[in-house]
């Protein structure tokens, strides 16, 4: 696609000597631009990047799209730009534009966690029906959306090249899945969960993040199909809004996947294995098929029921569904099993970290035989405003309910749950073993001291805590 094309899509003006010129990317960030892509200055919260357009021009950049002339631009380098009325609107435009020309299929994927593998799972699952684009990483907001759908066209693919588009949906506040819908409106919408992730930006707690998680069934094409957790009620609720979209006449309708007896989608005989993973048999509208999910902990089954309600919905067969799932492995950092020299293993779940997923690691915990001690590294859990140090606490007393032998919180509120889980625990006899550092960099001090054969220790934070980097204190 030639920088004269896209200039078209978004009906702007493009220089002469830009018309002929075909980007092998795009980018937002002026760092780390190739040469040969096309770089949007965006005017974000914290910075403008019209700031650096010329450092992007002279990186290489083949042309930068504006909507004013930063202070410096010489003339040389203004006539290598295209000008909008709004940069980021401009970008959103025209993944939008690329979107309706294709005219292919497009699953949308949220939920309070699990998003990035729901996503790998369906682009799995969803092999037999054709060629599969997903979404790489977690570009999933009002930047990274568009950025995901550029990479359907660059470094020499074309969109062609695809029969289906997997995309994630995330938000941190009402409305922006609405938009990220406008973007790319979904012909499936699948909603994972709700959980008090970003919790600080909803007044409304938990109802006001499935309101705004809704916005993807609301967002649906006319006769798109919702996918839902029939485990969640919340999201089971959902089903209403679809519902209502038949009413009036437009086709939409709902399908439901997960553990309950109202799911179309199911597991059956459930075989937690630990590190090794699940088994159980998949139960679709097509029939049944085994499965072996290699993905540690049971909470991996929900995403697989999810992937293949999407797969089932195309048309792929469970046994076909079931043999590509086997093929799954997880992401960096979100669940990653290692092994050390010292006899003991770590599972690296650090990329994330909320209520509900910190109690779904805990249950791993307590699924692994043999263990000689279960250790838990728990760092803070952000984003949870006012509610923050009570949601700790409750994980704390949870966790001295649970399998868990040694407990280590790191950072911020993690103290109230070591305090909490302690008192638990005093109160229930004294079994665990707690403390508390304050940064991933103490609590590496801590895992290398204390770390010894047969244990098996799990870490999980927030982003912001990085605590895969205490990994970096042991030895290889």
């Not at 000597?17 to 770089?39: K, M, N, V, W, Y």
């Not at 009402?174 to 969960?193: F, H, M, T, Y």
């Not at 085994?290 to 797969?311: D, Q, R, T």
Request: charge should be negative.
């Amino acid at each position: 696609m030639t920088i004269a094309e896209i200039a078209a899509l978004l009906g702007l003006p493009c220089p002469t000597a830009l018309q002929a010129i075909a980007p092998i990317g795009f980018s937002i960030d002026s760092r780390t631009i190739r040469a040969g892509e096309i770089f949007f200055a965006i005017h974000g919260k914290r910075l403008d990047a019209h700031a650096f357009v010329p450092e992007a021009l002279a990186r290489g950049a083949c042309a930068a799209v504006i909507h004013r002339d930063p202070p410096g631009l010489s003339a040389a380098d203004a006539a290598r730009c295209l000008r909008a009325p709004d940069t980021l609107r401009a970008m959103q435009d025209l993944a939008s534009a690329l979107l309706a020309r294709w005219g292919r299929p497009i699953v949308g994927i949220t939920g309070s966690m699990g998003k990035t593998t729901a996503k790998d799972l369906t682009e799995l699952a969803l092999a037999p029906y054709g060629r599969v684009y997903a979404s790489v990483g977690n570009l999933n907001n009002e930047y990274g959306l568009p950025l995901a759908v550029f990479k359907m066209l660059s470094d020499g693919r074309r969109m062609d090249d695809y029969d289906v588009a997997v995309l994630e949906m995330g938000m941190n506040e009402k409305g922006e899945i609405a938009r990220l819908c406008e973007i790319a409106p979904p012909d499936v919408s699948v909603v994972l969960n709700v959980a008090p992730v970003h919790i600080e930006n909803f007044p409304d707690g938990l109802e006001g993040i499935a309101e705004a998680k809704a916005e993807i069934v609301r967002g649906l094409k006319p006769d798109g199909v919702a996918i839902l957790n029939a485990d969640d009620p919340r999201v089971a609720r959902m089903a209403a809004i679809a519902t209502a979209r038949r009413q009036d006449h437009s086709g939409a309708q709902a399908m439901y996947f997960g553990r309950h007896a109202a799911a179309h989608v199911t597991a059956l005989d459930v075989e937690p294995r630990g590190l090794l993973g699940s088994a159980f048999t998949l139960s679709t509208l097509g029939g049944t098929a085994p499965v072996e999910l290699p993905l540690i902990g049971e909470h991996h089954i929900s995403n697989a029921l999810a992937a293949a309600a999407v797969a089932t919905r195309f048309g792929v067969a469970p046994e076909a569904i079931a043999a590509q799932l086997k093929l799954a492995r997880p992401g960096a950092h979100r669940g990653v099993a290692r092994r050390y020299a010292g006899g003991f293993t770590v599972v690296d779940d650090a990329y994330n970290s909320n209520p509900a997923a910190l109690l779904e690691a805990t249950r791993l915990l307590g699924q692994v035989p043999n263990a000689q001690r279960r250790i838990l590294i728990a760092g803070e859990m952000r984003e949870l405003g006012e509610q923050s140090a009570a949601l700790h606490a409750d994980c704390g007393t949870a966790i001295a309910r649970s399998a868990v032998d040694i407990l280590l919180g790191v950072g911020g509120h993690a103290r109230a749950l070591v305090e909490a889980a302690q008192a638990e625990s005093d109160r229930r006899g004294g079994r665990l073993a707690t403390a508390f550092v304050e940064t991933a960099a103490e609590a590496g001090a801590w895992l290398a001291a204390q770390a010894r054969e047969g244990d098996v220790i799990l870490i999980k934070g927030s982003r912001g805590v990085r605590l895969e980097t205490c990994l970096e204190a042991l030895p290889a």
